[in-house]
């Protein structure tokens, strides 16, 4: 006669469940989500695309925002913080040369650019225009712009300078935005030490200086 394991289900461990999302994580998971989609196809992701992206059904996108627009605009918001950037050139010892630190502010703001300038232009490119309010709200240089040019004062340290540091970040970091315009301003883009070479030591050579 054939034999029967028995389990004991009261004894297995039951599962968990995976404590609630508040709005704003919820808000801010969809968001990162929708970022890359967003990189690819502009405005022309659709809201199937980024539930799947997001593993949320398509009715909670609609939930958390009230249509794709107000979505894409909160991605456009997203893309100008800088809290990355910033927390990383803030971790730069101030032991470490100053073309050393000055060249990976230049390096981190020059990807910064690119990475806010991408995601714009794409949604451009597909026919995005943002809601009045929104643009209204943020007229002016981006704040996470703003804090760049700050972190990147920082950088200079106790270096003695011709212009205050604050001067110095933004005369710094308008050659940066310049080497990344590309189309209308030539077609090399320097380096990020080969920008601070020249911002620190001029463009002379030798003698000449």
Same mark, same amino acid.
Request: aromatic residues 4%; contains cysteine.
């Given at each position: ?40 196809? /502009?405005?022309?992701?659709? =809201?199937?695309?980024? %539930?799947?992206?997001? *593993?949320? @059904? #398509?009715?909670? $996108? ?81 704040? /996470?712009?703003?804090?760049? =040019?700050?972190?990147? %004062?920082?950088?200079? *340290?106790? @270096? #003695?300078?011709? $212009? ?46």
């Amino acid at each position: 006669m054939p034999t029967h394991t028995v389990v004991d289900v009261s004894e297995e461990p039951r599962r968990r469940r995976a404590p609630a999302m508040s709005p704003e994580d919820r808000r801010e998971a969809i968001v990162q989500a929708t970022l890359p989609l967003v990189v690819k196809a /502009g405005a022309n992701v659709t =809201t199937s695309q980024i %539930a799947a992206a997001a *593993g949320i @059904a #398509e009715g909670t $996108v609609f939930r958390v925002f009230k249509d794709k627009a107000e979505l894409l605009d909160a991605c456009v918001q997203r893309a100008l913080r800088s809290d990355e950037e910033v927390a990383l050139l803030e971790a730069i010892p101030a032991d470490v040369p100053l073309e050393e630190r000055l060249t990976s502010g230049v390096a981190t703001f020059s990807g910064y650019l690119d990475r806010m300038w991408g995601l714009i232009g794409t949604l451009r490119e597909t026919g995005y225009q943002p809601h009045d309010e929104e643009h209204k709200k943020h007229k002016g240089p981006p704040i /996470g712009m703003q804090q760049l =040019t700050k972190a990147v %004062a920082g950088l200079f *340290g106790d @270096a #003695e300078l011709r $212009v205050g540091h604050d001067l110095a970040a933004r005369m710094l970091l308008g050659a940066v935005f310049t080497n990344r315009m590309g189309a209308g301003f030539g077609e090399t883009t320097a380096e990020p030490d080969a920008i601070v070479e020249l911002f620190l030591h001029g463009a002379l050579k030798g003698e000449t200086r």
